[in-house]
């Protein structure tokens, strides 16, 4: 392990907050290369990336099943609310509320199923989880249903590739071992900023125009 | 891949439209301005560019209470100034005699409805994250005539990007049923790209992909002719004078009163109207960077020049030489029938004129060949234009007499000189050399009428009949014309007839 590494925990910081903390700048970047040079959106640079760590704290599986009980009891709640016509604030402090129960209901269900694994993940990351959904609700009303349901499994992939970055145990080594790596973040971010060529993405949105450009 | 790659430099992508164009053009003030409609409002007004008349503005409870409804016309919008995607616009069609209104889909609307709606606007149930906004009344576009079967309920729009003063791309953008009658493309609107210097529509996209027909209205949608076109241009470019926009899209509507206003300003013009014109904008951009355009005029005319589709016309101007595709109509005239007309004559002079005032015509497609040095015409064809006496009596005279390349003109000639004195002036004979041999045709000379143009053309006489073309028109009778391979040609009886779609014919 790097000297500097080992200097922190001999402080008595523990490993996995050194690790985490040396590792949301590289799933930083990793966020703006996805949408730099492949094109995948997601909901800013926040939104995937607190995802990505809600997943390592309550693990892929569980964290994606809560997920998808989330985005879909929110998704069905803003329907059934649109027509009461509410404001935007106690609207959303509605689905928040709906959200919620389905959230008891799920871990009552999952005990009750002996899934304890389900029972006994930590509250912080179920929180985190829950009040994303602000951020796909505001985005569903903003650009409409079929845009935010496109982001909504753009961020998603993202996360899930985050996720397994974090727990590869190469990158955890690389990570441990040689912290100054992170300097070279500096220079692909720099690159990414002024990268001004063609996204993948774009080159099959564009693939009927590229193929008639002759010259 | 490799040219894959290559070419894909010329089109302008998400980072690229960012970072070269927007950052660089489009400052932050100005930007601000584009967003909000009232105030972009107030900047085009001044600039003297047409934009729908604004009725008045409520932004306020007190204001509303003390609004005058009886000074509202009798058709008008009412829309929020912040209002995303075209939510919370209402549409009044027009008036009753109790002052209320009716709306598009047919119902009543009072004034209390009105302020209803005016109050949700106020309490920013249509703008984005619910901050409040405040209402205005505009005038409502008036449907154009000739756009109305492409419009599903709403109103189309020209969207046009306008750099350093030149309209660089275009696109018609039709509201469809999925859309809800808005223009917008991201909701399902329907894009058509538009040649920059005519106005006439070229492709058409719905959701980044390529479409023929309208999906409701099931009509094609190329070959559209965008009215008012250069002035539709000028007022784009005097948008982006105005606005301080470096690289902006402007969208201008067509009322059938007013003309072309603009509707909008966009400091992020989406980049889909590349599919839609099947054309890399960045190579536009890059052409005209650094250009001084000294006017709108002058914009205009680069743009027509380097992004213009059809330059033909300009090309027909010059020279003064109409140009050709390779199968164009021609009409065809049937022989003068001498011997007749003169009986007649002596009969009746009235009947006569009624009758042969216009001398027969036929109308065909004919292959214009410029490999081949004469042109000829089918041996049916040519009987069935009055000819029939004529060759027949040709190939009765050259039955028994054997053809070889050894022979000339002169000498077979001579051998059919009485023949030939017997038809005058309009007969001639040809030796064609081929591989194959020679053969020995007749040659009649014609009129036939090409593009609008008529000419004398010698044709010489051969069987066709298994061809596809009964004429083909050779470098002789074409000096009056431009030859262009690639031009498809318009208009043969009635329908537009693609080159490549004959070209199984044409390798008969």
């Known amino acids: ?215 | 891949m490799f040219t894959l790659i290559k070419n894909s430099k010329g089109i302008l992508g998400m980072n690229a439209r960012n970072f070269s164009y927007i950052r660089p053009n489009n400052f932050q003030g100005a930007i601000r301005l584009a967003n909000n409609k009232l105030r972009s409002k107030e900047v085009l007004l001044k600039a003297e560019v047409p934009i729908p008349k604004v009725y008045g503005i409520i932004k306020n409870r007190l204001e509303l209470e003390i609004f005058k409804w009886g000074d509202l016309p009798k058709t008008f919008v009412l829309k929020p100034n912040r209002g995303k995607g075209g939510e919370g616009i209402k549409v009044i069609f027009g008036q009753k005699k109790d002052l209320s209104w009716v709306s598009t889909q047919g119902k009543t609307i009072t004034i209390k409805n009105l302020k209803d709606h005016i109050r949700d606007i106020f309490e920013g149930f249509y703008s984005f994250s619910g901050t409040s906004d405040i209402a205005f009344f505009e005038e409502r576009i008036q449907l154009l005539k000739v756009l109305k079967p492409y419009s599903y309920e709403g109103i189309p729009d020209v969207r046009v990007i306008i750099y350093n003063k030149v309209p660089v791309m275009a696109m018609l953008r039709l509201p469809t049923r999925e859309s809800g009658g808005k223009s917008n493309l991201h909701l399902g609107g329907v894009g058509l790209g538009v040649d920059i210097a005519n106005g006439v529509t070229t492709n058409a996209i719905m959701r980044d992909q390529l479409i023929e027909k309208h999906p409701d209205t099931k009509l094609i949608l190329s070959g559209i002719k965008i009215p008012n076109w250069k002035e539709i241009l000028e007022i784009a470019i005097k948008c982006q004078e105005a606005s301080g926009l470096g690289y902006i899209g402007v969208d201008v509507a067509i009322d059938s009163g007013r003309g072309p206003v603009v509707l909008e300003i966009n400091a992020h013009a989406g980049l889909s109207i590349q599919i839609a014109n099947l054309a890399p904008l960045k190579y536009r951009l890059q052409k005209i960077s650094g250009l001084k355009v000294k006017n709108e005029a002058r914009g205009i005319r680069i743009a027509q020049d380097l992004f213009g589709g059809e330059i033909e016309e300009e090309i027909e101007e010059i020279s003064g030489k109409q140009v050709l595709g390779i199968i164009e109509a021609i009409k065809i005239k049937h022989k003068v029938k001498e011997n007749e007309e003169t009986n007649k004559d002596r009969k009746d002079k009235l009947n006569i004129e009624k009758q042969e005032d216009k001398p027969e015509e036929m109308e065909l497609r004919a292959k214009i060949d410029t490999g081949a040095d004469l042109s000829s015409i089918d041996k049916s064809l040519a009987k069935n234009l009055g000819y029939a006496e004529i060759i027949d009596e040709f190939d009765e005279a050259i039955k028994n007499i054997k053809i070889d390349t050894a022979l000339t003109k002169e000498i077979l000639d001579e051998q059919i000189k009485d023949k030939l004195e017997k038809w005058g002036d309009g007969i001639d004979t040809v030796i064609i050399k081929s591989s194959h041999g020679a053969t020995f045709r007749l040659v009649i000379k014609m009129n036939i009428t090409l593009s609008g143009v008529e000419i004398i053309s010698k044709m010489s006489v051969t069987d066709r009949s298994n061809l596809e073309f009964p004429i083909i028109i050779g470098r002789k009778s074409l000096g009056k014309f431009l030859v262009d391979p690639s031009k498809k040609s318009k208009a043969i009886f009635g329908k537009e007839v693609n080159v490549t779609n004959n070209k199984n014919n044409l390798e008969k």
């Open chain 1, 1 to 215: 392990m790097s000297e500097i590494i080992n200097l922190i925990l001999s402080q008595g910081v523990d490993v996995d907050t050194v690790y985490l903390i040396l590792t949301l700048p590289f799933i930083a970047t990793l966020i703006a290369a996805f949408r730099q040079l492949i094109g995948i959106k997601s909901f800013g640079i926040y939104t995937p990336l607190v995802l990505t760590f809600a997943f390592w704290a309550v693990g892929l599986k569980y964290g994606l099943t809560i997920f998808i009980i989330i985005f879909l009891t929110g998704t069905v709640v803003r329907y059934v609310l649109k027509n009461f016509r509410l404001l935007y604030m106690p609207r959303m402090a509605l689905v928040l509320t709906v959200i919620s129960l389905a959230i008891l209901v799920l871990l009552t269900v999952g005990g009750y199923l002996q899934k304890t694994g389900l029972a006994s993940v930590s509250i912080l990351p179920i929180l985190i989880l829950i009040t994303l959904i602000e951020k796909f609700i505001s985005t569903q009303v903003e650009k409409g249903f079929r845009t935010a349901a496109f982001l909504s499994v753009e961020t998603l992939a993202i996360s899930i590739a985050g996720y397994y970055f974090i727990i590869w145990d190469v990158f955890r080594g690389l990570v441990l071992n040689h912290p100054e790596y992170i300097l070279l973040l500096f220079a692909v971010n720099v690159f990414l900023g002024k990268w001004t060529g063609v996204r993948l993405s774009e080159y099959l949105r564009f693939r009927e125009v590229i193929k008639n450009i002759d010259r």
